[in-house]
């Protein structure tokens, strides 16, 4: 039990959830206004343990050093839900809202049992006005929802609920909330709603400048979220899905892009290849628009934004039967080893990575895999749990790809930029190929070297094209 200072803290700030959201922005409030008391409660107890020791739950470069700065001193993390409700003026929601798994609108729509359930135990052990925050992404109109489950009772409490939506990407989380693009707060146009919503400005006034916090009615700002994330995802299937033209035509969509890019209109961010999009959220958050627009009758919007996702799905198709088709149409038994695993680089998260779906199906191919990866390989075994083929999991890439007939690099991680690749050759099944899915690496020198490279959206540098 830790024990917390005798302190007269400003404001007493609660937040929900202790995942990916919940833990980095707690850890900023309470980093850039000492003067507040944050908590962080979970119902997973292993987690607030991990928030509370020097192993996070989260990897996100300099995120250790903010907690390890207010932790026990205005930041405290906690499993006793019922005592940070009771105490808190604010609460923030971050539970997770995945995508529903059963029932009615299952594979589509958001499962809000999670919300639901955070509602009902503010419900339970309030016993003062509250001012309720929705951080979670969540479809339009969930406010409604938490409202009318927040009035169920015959109490006199008043629980004035606004949309805070949180746009920060994970690996850059801390420079993201230290130094956001835009702040959003979503209110009624009411006295109690404009009262709550400067409370909150006020929070974030500590640290963000007004011009940076923007104001909108609730509805627009859970929408303003969704949307958000569908043009960023909509971006990366726009240039992936030329990728394929640029392998058919000669062109090289580094040059497409960067010229694409260059227009000041368009601008250059978000027009990286891939091999398709993860993370936890893209998918899911487009899943849910396409939803609600089926749900409003909005058939041609509904396929317009499941456009995004349908080429996401043919990048990694795409990826994975080059692997199978450049090495001679058989992979059984032959040894390739991934490089990451994590969705993107600067994270241990793998939830929806491409590399779960590439190495499911180069298993099914009966291929055998190694995977390596700096920060995620722990939760790589996670995903295989179960899961019969031959997998190792080595953390030294250069143990990794010894014996493997061919790299896949799925990551963008730094390091595998930098690796000594003569020695990579020189241990490995010949011919050795590299399936680039990031285009990071120096492909003219690795074929140099000897290996045959391919990549997304070039054309391959290879013994066996130039014969083809
Ligand atoms: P997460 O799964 O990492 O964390 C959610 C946490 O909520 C879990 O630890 C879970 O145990 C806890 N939880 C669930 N029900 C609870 C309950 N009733 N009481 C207490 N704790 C409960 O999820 P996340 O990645 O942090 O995402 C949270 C929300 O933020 C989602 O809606 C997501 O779409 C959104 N979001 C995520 C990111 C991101 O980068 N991951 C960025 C912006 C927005
Ligand atoms: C994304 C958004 O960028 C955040 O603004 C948002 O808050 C968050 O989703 C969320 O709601 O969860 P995140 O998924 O953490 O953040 O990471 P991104 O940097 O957006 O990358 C997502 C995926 O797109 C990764 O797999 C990445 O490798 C891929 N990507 C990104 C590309 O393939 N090409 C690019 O040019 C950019």
Not at 281 to 301: A, M, Q, S
Request: proline share 3%; aromatic share 10%; glycine share 6%.
């Amino acid at each position: 039990m830790i024990k917390e200072p005798a302190m007269n803290f400003e404001k007493k700030i609660l937040c929900i959830g202790a995942g990916y959201v919940g833990g980095p922005t707690m850890a900023m409030i309470a980093f850039k206004c000492p003067q507040y008391k944050v908590t962080v409660v979970d119902i997973n107890c292993e987690r607030i343990a991990q928030w509370n020791s020097d192993d996070l739950p989260v990897y996100e470069p300099d995120l250790s050093e903010i907690v390890g700065a207010c932790r026990n001193r205005n930041l405290f993390f906690d499993t006793d839900i019922e005592k940070g409700i009771k105490e808190s003026e604010i609460i923030f929601v971050s539970v997770h809202t995945p995508t529903k798994a059963f029932g009615e609108g299952a594979g589509m729509a958001s499962d809000l049992q999670y919300w639901e359930k955070t509602a009902r135990d503010i419900l339970r052990y309030s016993e003062s006005d509250k001012i309720i925050i929705e951080k979670s992404t969540l479809p339009v109109k969930t406010a409604q929802a938490m409202e009318y489950i927040l009035s169920s009772s015959n109490n006199a409490i008043h629980f004035e609920v606004l949309s805070n939506p949180e746009f920060l990407a994970e690996g850059n989380a801390i420079k993201d909330l230290e130094n956001p693009d835009r702040i959003l707060i979503g209110s009624h146009d009411t006295p109690r709603g404009i009262k709550a919503k400067d409370v909150l400005i006020d929070i974030y006034s500590n640290w963000v400048s007004a011009d940076r916090i923007i104001t909108s009615s609730i509805w627009s700002s859970e929408l303003s979220k969704l949307v958000s994330n569908a043009f960023l995802a909509q971006r990366i299937s726009s240039i992936n899905s030329i990728s394929a033209l640029c392998e058919k035509t000669g062109a090289d969509i580094k040059e497409v892009s960067y010229v694409v890019g260059k227009d000041s209109r368009i601008g250059s961010k978000f027009l990286e290849v891939s091999i398709g999009f993860g993370g936890s959220c893209f998918k899911k958050d487009i899943l849910n628009l396409v939803y609600l627009c089926r749900h409003y009758g909005l058939y041609e919007t509904a396929d317009y934004w499941e456009g995004v996702l349908r080429i996401n799905d043919y990048q990694k198709d795409r990826f994975v039967k080059n692997i199978l088709n450049v090495m001679f149409n058989t992979l059984a038994n032959k040894k390739i080893c991934l490089f990451g695993f994590a969705f993107k680089a600067n994270t241990g998260d793998v939830r929806e990575s491409p590399a779960i779906y590439v190495a499911q199906r180069l298993l099914d191919e009966k291929a055998k895999l190694v995977i390596t990866d700096p920060k995620a390989l722990e939760n790589a075994k996670r995903e295989f749990l179960g899961i019969n083929g031959d997998i190792e999991f080595i953390e030294n890439p250069y143990d990794a790809a010894s014996g493997c007939d061919a790299i896949a690099v799925i990551t963008e991680w730094n390091i595998y930029k930098e690796l000594d690749y003569d020695r990579i050759f020189k241990s490995m099944t010949k011919p050795a190929f590299i399936f680039d899915g990031r285009n990071i690496l120096d492909h003219q020198k690795l074929f140099n070297i000897g290996f045959n490279i391919y990549s997304v959206g070039k054309q391959a540098l290879s013994i066996f094209e130039k014969s083809r």
